[in-house]
């Protein structure tokens, strides 16, 4: 974070400052967190009330990690100085429209903005790694994107920082446009609108208008990265002022990839760019839908100068998506684990298993370990069905339904009538870790896939150790 004195930080929140022993001129340049565990010297813990427990219970063990200051909502019984607010979040906010403000006015930071029901944590990193060659770049850890995730990051940003590459999630109308607030994106990219969170968004058409707002705001001098192949994204055409730039595989899309080879140790296309220049791409992260998120990311950095060479060879640094997301495992006996249980969405659901039936086909039988989608409300019981039969369309070798919030998929698959127990079902992830352990032979591609809800991946992580 850049420097601000404990005045300048109780305005910028509209706190009210207790210093304690400090002079109220303290500079403060730590990092920002709502978790006492990841507090450092010099940081600043913002105690956040949650629905299971308060943060302020954890104010003390955060000024035994060294926590400079507190943004409390209630004054605390401690011997650092803290700032009283009336909403710690709405504070943390606030704080980080501040710094943004501030390093802004140094005419230096351009910053991108990525939104989509999937793919955004994968371009993010894409992207990520591609800025890092050229300059100072904040960008997320894990999936940190919403009202807490996305201030805490932003409050990285220093004086030096050229490039803020900002992951905007939602589960809400007005969600991503109170992110735009806190710092407007130069770039914003949409990735691709599908049925992840629709049972709290309300449905599919209240998701288009949330995920709409990342490109709304933008000003005449903005870019618009906007996905051609997805209707729902490039009717957002009409919803902005910014200038368009279309990626996809269509071949109206500027940014596009041709020659596209889906195999086990990656992904081979051939990038395009909008100047004319082309270059084949050897990228190593799982599926063939990673393809669409690197366009973005390539999108991106070319809007921010960023030369082809430089893409294609930042591009092809980058071993796996995400931790938990189509990461590869094990090796032994030549059994392929494949962990992609952090989260799940129809679209990404189906994306795995076409990847796993694709690349499984060159190596010997494939194993879906399936675990439920949430957050789907009205339509979980019809999109379960729908992966149930995609697996046995696409002839998966074994289908492992776990939890009992997926065993729809389970009885949908052997309800098709062209199996005859290649589903199994197992209510718990230790029951299906035993028997996964014993059916597991030599050459075996495993795909482990669920919603984070559904812990799949932790199995995950069980198999990859069994087989390493």
């Known amino acids: 974070m850049i420097d601000l004195t404990l005045t300048e930080i109780a ?98 930071l351009r910053i991108v903005g990525i939104t989509g029901s999937n793919g955004k944590t994968t371009t993010k990193n894409l992207l990520a790694a591609v800025l890092e060659r050229v300059g ?35 589960s809400g109308i007005g969600e991503i446009a109170r992110l735009i607030r806190m710092a407007k994106p130069d770039i914003g990219v949409v990735l691709k609108v599908g049925l992840a969170h629709a049972g709290e968004f309300g449905g599919i058409e209240a998701t288009v208008t949330a995920k709409t707002e990342m490109v709304s705001e933008l000003l ?84 921010l100068g960023v030369e082809i060479d430089l893409i294609v060879d930042a591009l092809a640094s980058v071993s796996r998506a995400e931790r938990w997301r189509m990461e590869p495992l094990g090796g032994r006996d030549d059994v392929s684990i494949i962990n992609d249980a952090y989260n799940a969405s129809p679209d990404s659901m189906s994306a795995a298993i076409r990847t796993l039936a694709q690349i499984g086909a060159e190596r010997g039988r494939t194993i879906a370990v399936l675990g439920a989608m949430s957050e789907l409300g009205d339509w979980a019981g019809e999109e379960h069905d729908r992966i149930g039969l995609q697996v046995v369309r696409l002839g998966i070798g074994r289908l492992v339904v776990v939890g009992p919030e997926a065993r729809r998929m389970h009885i949908t698959a052997i309800n098709e009538g062209s199996w005859d127990g290649e589903s199994v079902y197992f209510a718990t992830a230790d029951e299906a870790f035993a028997y996964l352990s014993a059916e597991i032979a030599p050459g075996d591609t495993v795909l482990v896939k669920s919603s984070n809800a559904a812990g799949l991946r932790l199995l995950g992580d069980r198999l990859g150790e069994l087989y390493a």
């Open 136 to 170: 100072e770049t904040v960008s997320p850890k894990a999936s940190f994107n919403n009202e807490v995730g996305a201030p805490i990051t932003m409050l990285r940003v220093t004086n030096e920082t050229r490039f803020l590459v900002a992951e905007m999630g939602a």
């Open 220 to 303: 005449p001098e903005d870019v618009a990265v906007l996905n051609l192949d997805d209707p729902r994204v490039a009717g957002m055409a009409d919803a902005t002022r910014a200038r368009l730039l279309w990626f996809g595989l269509d071949d109206r899309a500027a940014v596009r990839a041709t020659d596209i080879v889906a195999t086990a140790s990656g992904t081979a296309f051939t990038l395009h760019l909008p100047d004319g220049s082309s270059a084949p791409v050897r990228f190593k992260v799982l599926g063939e839908h990673h393809v669409m998120n690197a366009l973005a990311a390539a999108a991106a950095a070319h809007e």
């Open 11 to 108: 305005a910028a929140t509209d706190g009210r400052l207790i210093p304690g022993p400090a002079d109220p001129g303290l500079v403060v340049s730590g990092v920002a967190d709502t978790d006492s565990r990841l507090i450092t010297p010099g940081d600043i813990f913002v105690a956040k009330p949650g629905e299971e427990t308060d943060g302020h219970l954890f104010a003390d063990a955060a000024v035994a990690n060294g926590a400079a200051l507190l943004i409390v909502e209630r004054e605390l019984p401690v011997a650092v100085p803290q700032i009283v607010v009336e909403d710690s979040v709405t504070a943390l906010g606030a704080l980080a429209t501040e710094v943004i403000t501030r390093v802004r006015a140094l005419g230096r």
